[in-house]
């Protein structure tokens, strides 16, 4: 007999939406999240556009307390510029909390997994625990056969000494010396005295100097005039940036009837890394299901992966424009031009709904690479000697955080 209709391997982001939407609308549905760190959610920061997901969800998604803002901001050598865009974040410690209290939903926390079966997880010690439906999202883990680029941070959330000024955040700031690929600095105003400042590269390879980047947020806050009085946290990560490939690198066939959640199931945007939007748009799906087990879910969230794989096609490519045509130095350049298109473009972008016009639009004109280099990026074959496997030490780190905003 099952001890629970649904196990959740992983508390992430994309597990703990399901877990939520699992109680709102299926509270019968005995849950168990198994988690193996000390906290659901690790220590992360999940933001998104307010255009990037639909009204339903953006309310379910109030739950979690999300810090909203009406405006944003971007900043490059050329110019500045507000955006009209509202823009949320929300927090592994609001995830952690809402979940926590769910009264349908068990939350085993230092649980570690060394088994996931179609019905059934086995933890360290051996005891097996049985439910119909088991849904892996336990992170990225190691790639192979992927071109890849790499957007990896390291973000300090600092109390201040006194008010930061910001009324809303600066979710790019490149006007900072370009290092190590494009290179900007995000700027998230959570209170009036406290900031969450992450230094995000663009790079080529994985590795992450915390140290270094740690020390670069605090010089970069010291210019702005802002003197911390602590440092409440510090997070990090490193995602993947897709320049070529298919959905078969992450998810086998061989494992298609293994149900999967979060970066695991490849379900997001492979220019900046969001997976939010994805990931409520599957705890929709696995709620509406009527007959929940492990293969309806894993049915579900396969195909809507692989239309996501094919829709995203248009941005692979940008990706290797980005990291293949554009030297590391002036990859800065692409971005700027991108931030001066219209508004609704760009949201169309950040939302993966690009139509035929507006991916006419971001192609069109002088390019801001040599124009030889760019002809030869278009082809996915170009990205061929990008096909690495992580060593171990990059494959622990990619994927670790499954937020990201711009």
Not at 63 to 79: K, L, N, S
Not at 115 to 130: H, K, Y
Not at 147 to 155: C, D, R
Request: charge should be neutral.
């Amino acid at each position: 007999m099952s001890e629970f209709d649904v196990i959740l391997v992983g508390g992430g982001l994309a597990n703990g939406l399901i877990a939520s939407r699992l109680q709102a609308c299926r509270p019968e549905l005995r849950v168990l999240v198994a988690e193996a760190g000390d906290q659901l959610g690790g220590n992360h920061t999940w933001s998104f556009h307010a255009s990037d997901v639909a009204p339903a969800h953006d309310r379910f998604l109030s739950v979690f307390a999300p810090a909203t803002w009406t405006r944003q901001e971007v900043a490059f050598p050329g110019f500045r510029r507000t955006l009209a865009t509202g823009y949320r974040s929300l927090s592994s410690e609001a995830l952690h909390r809402h979940v926590s209290t769910l009264p349908s939903v068990s939350v085993a926390l230092d649980c570690r997994v060394t088994s996931v079966e179609e019905a059934a997880i086995v933890l360290a010690g051996g005891r097996t625990i049985r439910a119909p439906c088991v849904i892996d999202g336990r992170g990225l883990g190691a790639v192979d056969g992927l071109a890849l680029g790499y957007q990896k941070f390291v973000g300090l959330e600092i109390e201040l000494r006194e008010p930061h000024g910001l009324d809303r955040p600066v979710i790019m700031d490149a006007t900072v010396p370009q290092l190590d690929g494009y290179r900007f600095v995000y700027s998230l105003p959570l209170a009036p005295t406290r900031l969450l400042v992450e230094d995000t590269y663009y790079a080529d390879q994985p590795e992450l100097d915390r140290s270094a980047l740690s020390e670069r947020v605090l010089s970069y806050a010291a210019a702005k005039g802002w003197h911390p009085a602590r440092i409440v946290r510090e997070e990090a990560g490193v995602l993947p940036i897709v320049l070529d490939g298919a959905l078969e690198a992450l998810w086998p066939s061989v494992e298609r009837g293994r149900a999967r959640s979060g970066m695991r199931s490849g379900l997001f945007h492979q220019t900046t890394g969001y997976s939010l939007p994805f990931a409520a748009a599957v705890a929709d799906g696995v709620v509406a299901c009527a007959d929940l087990t492990t293969a309806a879910a894993a049915h579900l969230v396969r195909d809507m992966a692989e239309t996501n794989w094919r829709n995203q096609s248009f941005f692979r490519m940008l990706n290797r424009l980005l990291f293949l045509a554009a030297t590391p130095a002036r990859r800065v350049d692409v971005m700027q031009r991108f931030y001066r298109l219209g508004e609704p473009l760009i949201e169309r972008f950040y939302a993966g709904r690009l139509t035929t016009l507006d991916k006419a639009r971001i192609l069109s004109g002088s390019p801001p690479v040599p124009i030889g280099r760019a002809l030869w990026a278009l082809n996915p074959r170009a990205a061929d000697a990008l096909r690495t496997t992580p060593r171990p030490a990059d494959a622990v780190a990619l994927g670790s955080s499954d937020r990201r905003h711009g």
